[in-house]
């Protein structure tokens, strides 16, 4: 940046001129849930990474949980009490999280690439290309996503890498569609085809106009889908298809907590209940907060 323009930037802020990264910024500290919840979601991630370095209990050896009381009620030695087969219930919510909360990250980032390139694609190329690609997709949609995730780890491995890619590959259809809006109203604009008659290839495009002008849904969207992701992997979890023993996630601890309320043993629900519960809807809570802050109305010229 020369002096010259670097006067004018200090110019037109001290004149009253917001950059937009700082109304943007103050758009989303308005959102007082939003900060709670980003808040929320760095505590708990920093607890499933770090805490059970510091609280150090046994989750993967069942040998050593025999020499544990089982269902024990919650102590000093146990705060959230044990489980069923004898681990400490809160490392083992911790435990689980960090397997939760990763494959829910990478298979949400898998989602969004996926879909964020078929929608652009589809959309853009327009004609036959979106025809197919759409027709394909809409074919797609018409199957129950929960019975296809279970139809496919029924006849593979159900290993950590192939929930993580299943996952990403098969939630990104719905993400497609809108992203395909976005590139549908892009096309037509005045910029890009004065872009396309100046000779720029239509990747080309894309590239340079109609992603940098569909981050704002890719960004929300992206949100969104990591809070599906670990939604759909604690469903599978729940249904007993999800992270083989000796590892764990939060709906398998699920799982195995509701088999054990009708006893009596709250402590094996109720707290990882409430850590879950809490972590999805703070991931909503801050793609709501990010839709706002990409928000152009909201934003001075």
Not at 122 to 145: K, N
Not at 153 to 167: E, N
Request: charged share 10%; aromatic share 12%.
């Amino acid at each position: 940046m020369t002096t010259a323009e670097s006067a004018e930037l200090t110019i037109q802020t001290s004149s009253g001129v917001v950059p937009m990264w700082r109304q943007r910024l103050q758009i989303f500290m308005h959102n007082k849930l939003a900060i709670a919840s980003v808040a929320y979601l760095v505590f708990i991630t920093l607890a499933c990474f770090i805490v059970p370095h510091l609280y150090q209990t046994n989750q993967t050896n069942q040998a050593l949980a025999l020499n544990v009381p089982w269902n024990a009620a919650p102590s000093w030695h146990h705060w959230f009490g044990t489980d069923s087969s004898g681990f400490d219930e809160l490392g083992r919510i911790l435990y689980g999280g960090g397997y939760s909360l990763t494959l829910g990250l990478l298979a949400g980032l898998i989602t969004i690439i996926v879909g964020t390139i078929y929608g652009m694609v589809s959309g853009f190329f327009g004609g036959l290309v979106d025809t197919v690609m759409m027709r394909t997709l809409d074919a797609l949609l018409s199957i129950p996503y929960l019975f296809l995730l279970i139809s496919f780890i029924t006849i593979f491995a159900r290993s950590t890498t192939f929930l993580i890619i299943i996952i990403g590959v098969t939630g990104w259809w719905g993400n497609a569609r809108i992203i395909r809006g976005d590139a549908l109203l892009i096309r037509k604009l005045e910029y890009t085809q004065a872009s396309t008659a100046m000779g720029a290839s239509r990747w080309h495009v894309i590239r340079r106009h109609v992603f940098p002008n569909s981050i704002s849904n890719i960004v929300t969207i992206a949100t969104f889908s990591v809070a599906d992701a670990i939604l759909f992997l604690s469903a599978l979890g729940f249904l007993g298809l999800g992270i083989q023993a000796p590892q764990t996630d939060w709906g398998t601890m699920l799982q195995n907590g509701t088999s054990q309320i009708s006893n009596g043993y709250w402590w094996e629900i109720y707290p990882l209940a409430v850590v879950f519960v809490l972590v999805v809807v703070a991931i909503n809570y801050i793609g709501d907060a990010l839709r706002d802050v990409f928000e152009v109305r909201l934003l001075e010229r």
